[in-house]
């Protein structure tokens, strides 16, 4: 069984459509940057020498346009390509997180995700199998805490709350079924950190 809390995994806008729209406004900030500039001037300098500054600019003119519009292509690609490289880390995330799924719910054994609260996240077919539920809808949300037998009850929630602590314990419980099984299950748990610093626990 995982036990874990609940997190929401960020998701990161990709593809070369978003990619080719930050390309296109840089592109045309910089042709902006030669419109804007002659204008702004001519505003702010009370002149009529718009079409002069836009079609001949002095040298100075043409550094300054040139440095601003350089510095906004750059600026342009560096956003391109980081969120290129966040993309592929997304997609590569997305694919092992797939591949844990697949192995999870090959996993002969009762494999579930819990809350501290004790709620049921996630759980793979066998540990359907063993509380003899039909899909996982039927219980998720559902606190667990109701199919353990109640003689184990209370040491289950003892348990949980323990293993949320960061202990590393083994409990031997009964489940109730939904149709009426009592199944004998052996919790052993292997504690792992995640990356928000919350704590994550396998129990078979």
Same mark, same amino acid.
Request: proline residues 4%; positive net charge; glycine residues 6%.
């Given at each position: 069984?995982?036990?874990?809390?609940?997190?929401?995994?960020?998701?990161?806008?990709?593809?070369?459509?978003?990619?080719?729209?930050?390309?296109?406004?840089?592109?045309? $900030?910089?042709? +902006? *940057?030669?419109? @804007?500039?002659?204008? =702004?001037?001519? !505003?702010? %300098?009370?002149?009529?020498?718009? &079409?002069?500054?836009?079609?001949?600019?002095?040298?100075?003119?043409?550094?300054?346009?040139?440095?601003?519009? $350089?510095?906004? +292509? *750059?600026?342009? @690609?560096?956003?391109? =390509?980081?969120? !290129?490289? %966040?993309?592929?880390?997304?997609? &590569?995330?997305?694919?092992?997180?797939?591949?844990?799924?697949?192995?999870?719910?090959?996993?002969?054994?009762?494999?579930?995700? +819990?809350?501290?609260?004790?709620?049921?996240?996630?759980?793979?077919?066998?540990?359907?199998?063993?509380?003899?539920?039909?899909?996982?809808?039927?219980?998720?949300?559902?606190?667990?805490?109701?199919?353990?037998?109640?003689?184990?009850?209370?040491?289950?929630?003892?348990?949980?709350?323990?293993?949320?602590?960061?202990?590393?314990?083994?409990?031997?419980?009964?489940?109730?079924?939904?149709?009426?099984?009592?199944?004998?299950?052996?919790?052993?748990?292997?504690?792992?950190?995640?990356?928000?610093?919350?704590?994550?626990?396998?129990?078979?």
């Amino acid at each position: 069984m995982i036990v874990s809390n609940r997190q929401l995994l960020p998701g990161w806008a990709h593809g070369r459509l978003f990619r080719t729209g930050i390309l296109f406004a840089t592109l045309l $900030l910089c042709l +902006l *940057i030669w419109i @804007l500039d002659p204008l =702004v001037d001519a !505003r702010l %300098l009370g002149n009529s020498r718009f &079409l002069d500054q836009l079609l001949s600019p002095s040298r100075t003119e043409i550094y300054v346009r040139s440095l601003m519009s $350089l510095t906004a +292509l *750059i600026a342009g @690609l560096v956003i391109a =390509v980081l969120q !290129r490289r %966040l993309s592929l880390q997304y997609r &590569l995330l997305n694919e092992q997180r797939e591949s844990l799924q697949q192995i999870i719910r090959a996993e002969p054994e009762c494999v579930k995700t +819990l809350s501290r609260s004790g709620e049921l996240l996630q759980m793979n077919p066998a540990g359907l199998a063993m509380i003899e539920a039909d899909s996982l809808e039927q219980v998720q949300g559902r606190c667990v805490y109701d199919l353990i037998a109640p003689e184990d009850r209370d040491a289950f929630m003892a348990f949980n709350r323990r293993i949320f602590a960061g202990e590393s314990v083994r409990l031997q419980y009964r489940v109730i079924g939904l149709k009426g099984a009592r199944p004998l299950s052996t919790a052993m748990p292997c504690r792992c950190s995640t990356p928000t610093g919350g704590s994550r626990h396998i129990w078979r």
